[in-house]
């Protein structure tokens, strides 16, 4: 029931023009990072050469990549998640799932994955380039996977945020704005933090997305993201839940 | 006795309800059986939507219980809403999906069955009339059709209830037409609640009426019932010359005079004491010149001012 909630989402999603326009500059943005990094590795490729302990290209080219990936999601997450809801609400559409034999669970999960599978689309082009330079040298597959697993964790919590966000308003616009804000606001509420042991540190998104970057997957940093998804998935199913009950 | 317990379809009891400090739905209670059309009938905003939507489970009641053919919609809302179609005031149609999508998401929304689908969809698509649009976007559609497919989704899972909110608003009179005899079939099957303002539609359609007004039921009854509570108890007639009130006052039966304009007049009558008559004689013998005379039905209008003050009256001391 999840998955045909899951599909509903998608094919709504791409009737409408937004989801292939969104993918098709994103592509774009994503290919000329990547064209740009191949140059920057060809014109130091000799200097790299001479070096006893040089780094390779994935963490030349994939590595930085998937950095502008999480930043690109940082900015389209919040113009795709805004509809989940607050679009449903606005045309009235919500009473259809309600009355359904369906679990307040169940729709915002649906949602949720529908959203994810979208996401999933964005991401796999930079990981066809990625793979694509095995046709002129070698990976490293570990830190590959590593930003794999960052990026999907990234995607997963930057949803759930944007679902709850969209579960406030009737207005997909306040939706998009309220998430973009949150997003950013998380991405860096660490910037001001003087001490290193600051807890700002702790709550920054990029803060735990950088160990990925590096290929390193931190427990701490995988249950960051575990828990942030968890609670804003929770808060939305309260939220409709509430709706419910409440006036 | 099992038998007769597991025709009650619908059964709501005490509900209660209120936004903020507003009480929108205040002790509503009714039991539906098996087959029976029953409308709901009420002014904007007398809580007949409210309760439509607790019957279906989009609003928690403040207090009160609903079951669904046994099934308490409180507790296992699931099991219940499976047994629940629902059109809601305005129906929640996904503009991008064509008909067909839409009522095969509907259907499984509703767990019919996989092989069951396509035979689903068709059928509701051609107890709606939707049989050539089904490739057609809804957004595409008239707002009849868009209409259509409202209630499609509400039948296309084969629900023991349907729940229709105002289903016939924004049709044509033959599209109107069609969709009352829709329902009146979906009656000889299923359990069918409708809500209106048409005094009509609930007279061409259900088998029993109920009059909601703030947020109570005033007024439960058979259509039959309805009807004889309708027939007017006053007549309008149209005098040339009319005499003073109080020669008219002096028929047998009238008990109350009312001028509309220079020539016309409400007379208002005990029940069973209709003055026709002596008023005919009457103003053939005194020469009021009697040229118009319509016994009025009450207008749904009249029946509510009946019933509130009636109401009100009651609840003085």
Redesign the interface.
Known sequence: ?IF??AA?EL??LF??PLAWVVLAILEAIVAYVFLNQIDAFDAIQPKLAQLANAPGITEIIVAPLFASVATILLMTVPLLSMRLLAEEKR?????????????MTEIVLGKFLGLLAFLAAVVAMPTLMALSLYAGGRLDPGLLLGNLLGVALLAASFSALGLYISSLTAQPIIAAMGTLGALLGLWLINQSATEPDSVLHYLSVIKHFEPFNKGLVNTGDVAYFALFTLTFLVLTVRRLDRE??G? | MAQQASSVTVSAHALYRSYGSRVAVRDVGFELRKGEVLGLLGPNGAGKSTTMQILTGNLAPDAGSVHICGIDLLEHPRMAKALIGYLPETPPLYRELTVDEFLRLAAKLHRVPRHELAGAVLRAKQRCGLAEVGRRPIGSLSKGYQQRVGIAQAIVHNPEVVILDEPTVGLDPIQIREIRALIRELGGEHSVILSTHILPEVESVCDRVQIMHDGQLVYSDTIAGLKQFRQGHSLVIGLRAPPPHAELQALEGVTQVEDISDTLVRLHFNPGANPTDALVQASVARGWGLYQLSPTQASLEDVFVQLTQREETEALP
């Not at chain 1, 045309?91 to 679990?103: E, F, Q």
């Open positions: 029931m045909t909630l509903k094919k709504i009737a409408s045309n009235r559409t919500l009473p259809l799932l309600m009355s359904a034999p369906l679990s419910r009950l006036g």
